[in-house]
């Protein structure tokens, strides 16, 4: 199993970015996924995950209305599209994989997880 995030960078705020998570070694279309993201010295903290047919997401109270999580199931990835972006959201973003049987927004309830990429929010 292995899953790569790309798309981060340094960006002013109120700028966009879409991260992309690309997957393999598993059945994509079968898993829920779910987006975090991590400051030093702080916990992971819950971004947004989606269904595996793409149709059921949620989202944590903090990027709500700005951020967009979607996949695409024929390409075996998941993408987060974040608007209105703000100093706040700098973080290292990563993209994991919940464990079948699992719900909920913890940590706990992912099995696999990217390396993760730097988005900097910064004037």
């Known amino acids: 199993v292995q899953l790569v995030e790309s798309g981060g960078g340094l960006v002013q705020p109120g700028s966009s970015l879409r991260l992309s998570c690309a997957t393999s070694?598993?059945?994509?279309?079968?898993?829920?996924m779910g987006w975090f993201r991590q400051t030093p010295g702080k916990e992971r903290e819950f971004v947004a995950l989606i269904k595996w047919h793409g149709v059921i997401t949620q989202y944590g109270d903090s990027v709500e209305g700005r951020f967009t999580i979607s996949r695409d199931n024929a390409k075996n990835t998941m993408y987060l599209q974040m608007n209105s972006l703000k100093p706040e959201d700098t973080a290292v973003y990563y993209c994991?994989?919940?464990?079948?049987?699992?719900?909920?927004?913890?940590?706990?309830?992912?099995?696999?997880w990217g390396l993760g990429t730097q988005v900097t929010v910064s004037s």
């Open positions: 070694g598993f059945t994509f279309s079968s898993y829920n």
């Open positions: 994991a994989r919940q464990q079948s049987a699992y719900s909920g927004t913890t940590q706990g309830a992912y099995d696999y």
